[in-house]
């Protein structure tokens, strides 16, 4: 048949079947074909029809099963209105829709209400990405979303849809940050290769993170915090190199796999955060070892980054102080010897000027003046064994109560025992964390003079007792018990002084903070004065040591100038003697 398809064919309301293929039928189609009510095939194809499909077909909504216009010279825009005709397969191939620049409806492309399309694989009529982000759209509830401005519209490019930004016509930006998704997330988000930016933050979706986001090589940027997602985070995010930023947190992840650490040059503390802190919304917390930031069940968070002392090598703060004290124990302890053998070498104090017992009461009544009369290491300077164990025992209850302290300030962020405080806060509209700490260089001003005020008698008075026990006059009991008294003195203040620091530099958050903290460290030094105030309560006897001795370390001094004297007058008489005797030799 040559010619045109009458316009009036569409007055055959009982025509089921109308197939005109391999003509030479020219002209449009008639659009009253779609008042034939029960047509169910419609086969125009291997004809020369030319011009636009009329929309009218859409009609034949429930009843038509297969509309083939295929091998003709249809062009312009293909009818949305074709969507409409459920179950039936379309075919519209080798026509001229490809040289406008329009693409098919969507909803064509996705097939999602007509059984086959035979242009969907053309992606000039049919992108890609464009199915990809409609699957998208319905997987995370588009309906429901804030602002779904062109998202899913039949015509419109997905490149204007709400939040995605394209270049050449491929998708770079997907961001919908606090737009109100729920629902899940596609596994055909894997399919956006060229994607960059992925900012999902801020909304509700469920169910676990799709593996298939490991698949998005060059993506640098991944926000899916706040959100409720759970399971395991994929492997495949372990694949993409290329991440600068990635936040989970907030949600209910239970496990991440082994991250290469990422380039924190950018986002800082920023880059890598998850739910790794405490408390946790579950039993046992997320570990992450590569995390820059870790959030609690509360929404704050706390950098996780070496410590000045892991940087130095060290596991803890507690390992560093066990070499600490150590090493100066050492140095006090050589320092002593040197001062020692220089003063045997050079014979000083080789002339006593009183008597031996004397002399050693007057050190002990010095050493118990340096140490303090009202604490119980005054026993230091005595010989009562059981005075030594009480001594002893009060360093020891100092230092355990101190290493609570220590432990506590350990930035193991994964463990219900840490003190420290998640100061920081990482918005929902930002992707930048901030430290909302307040405490300022005044703090630290106010705390070095509380230790200065309430230490620095014990550091002064334990170093004169170490320098004391230098003295080659004291008989070796003397010297240990002198330099026991001083060292324990010295180290105790030292460490006080090394836990007020490190758990004020862990947990104060404010000026007050740091001065309640210190207060409390510093209660713990006066330990034993309480302790000896006790046992004098108990039995005055007990501490009778120190009840004979008033003598001061300036009556000590005195004593020693005056000795000093005698010595040089002695000296003096002595030559005047040797001088006399050799004037009566001459005479």
């Not at 300030?409 to 930002?430: G, H, M, N, V, Y």
Request: with cysteine; net charge negative; charged share 20%.
């Amino acid at each position: 048949f040559t010619g045109s398809i009458p316009e009036d064919l569409g007055r055959f309301q009982s025509l089921k079947v109308l197939k005109l293929a391999g003509n030479k039928l020219t002209g449009t189609i008639p659009s009253s074909i779609g008042n034939i009510a029960v047509l169910e095939i419609l086969d125009l194809s291997n004809n020369l029809l030319r011009s636009t499909i009329p929309p009218e077909l859409g009609l034949l909504d429930g009843v038509l099963k297969r509309l083939d216009l295929s091998n003709n010279t249809l062009s312009g825009r293909i009818p949305s209105e074709l969507s409409q005709l459920q179950g039936a397969s379309i075919l519209l191939s080798n026509n001229l829709f490809s040289n406008s620049s329009e693409t098919a409806p969507l909803r064509l492309c996705t097939l999602s209400s007509v059984k086959a399309f035979d242009l969907e694989s053309d992606t000039t009529l049919c992108p890609m990405e464009r199915n990809f982000l409609s699957d998208f759209y319905h997987s995370a509830k588009g309906g429901e979303w804030t602002d779904s401005t062109y998202w899913v519209d039949e015509y419109t490019s997905y490149c204007d849809w709400k939040g995605v930004t394209c270049e050449n016509d491929r998708v770079t930006k997907l961001n919908l940050s606090n737009n109100g998704l729920s629902g899940r997330l596609s596994v055909n988000i894997g399919n956006l290769t060229s994607i960059e930016v992925l900012d999902l933050s801020d909304n509700d979706i469920k169910g676990s993170i799709p593996t298939e986001i490991g698949l998005l090589f060059n993506l640098t940027y991944l926000r899916l915090s706040y959100n409720a997602f759970t399971g395991t985070a994929p492997e495949g995010l372990g694949e993409l190199t290329k991440l600068q930023l990635l936040q989970l947190q907030s949600n209910r992840i239970t496990k991440m796999p082994n991250i290469t650490p990422l380039d924190d040059s950018i986002f800082n503390e920023s880059t890598f955060i998850t739910d790794c802190g405490v408390p946790s919304a579950f039993k046992d917390p997320m570990e992450c070892d590569n995390c820059t930031m870790c959030c609690n069940a509360n929404e704050d968070c706390f950098p996780q980054e070496d410590t000045r002392i892991e940087e130095w090598g060290f596991n803890s703060y507690l390992t560093f102080a066990g070499l600490l004290i150590p090493c100066f124990i050492a140095i006090c302890g050589v320092t002593v010897l040197s001062l020692y053998f220089f003063r045997k070498y050079n014979n000083r104090e080789n002339t006593l000027t009183m008597s031996r017992e004397r002399r050693i009461e007057d050190d002990d009544k010095y050493a118990l003046s340096r140490i303090g009369k009202n604490s119980v290491y005054s026993y230091f300077v005595t010989d009562k064994a059981l005075g030594w164990v009480v001594a002893f025992a009060t360093l020891g209850i100092q230092v355990a109560i101190l290493i609570f302290f220590v432990n506590a300030s350990e930035a193991k962020l994964q463990e219900d025992t840490i003190d420290i405080q998640f100061t920081w806060k990482c918005p929902r509209d930002s992707d930048e964390c901030r430290n909302t700490a307040d405490l300022k260089r005044i703090g630290w001003f106010i705390f070095s003079m509380l230790l200065i005020a309430h230490l620095a008698k014990d550091s002064i008075n334990g170093s004169k007792l170490i320098y004391h026990s230098s003295r080659i006059r004291h008989t070796l009991g003397s010297r240990v018990r002198y330099f026991i008294s001083g060292i324990g003195l010295c180290s105790i203040t030292l460490f006080a002084i090394y836990v007020s620091t490190v758990y004020n530099m862990a947990i104060a958050t404010s000026n007050t903070d740091i001065i309640i903290n210190s207060v409390v460290v510093l209660f713990i030094m006066d330990l034993d004065e309480y302790i000896f105030a006790l046992l004098e309560a108990c039995n005055d006897k007990w501490t009778a040591h120190t009840s004979d001795s008033e003598e001061t370390s300036s009556d000590e001094e005195a004593r020693n100038e005056s000795e000093s004297s005698i010595t040089e007058m002695k000296k003096e008489i002595e030559r005047q003697k040797t001088q006399i005797a050799s004037q009566q030799e001459e005479l």
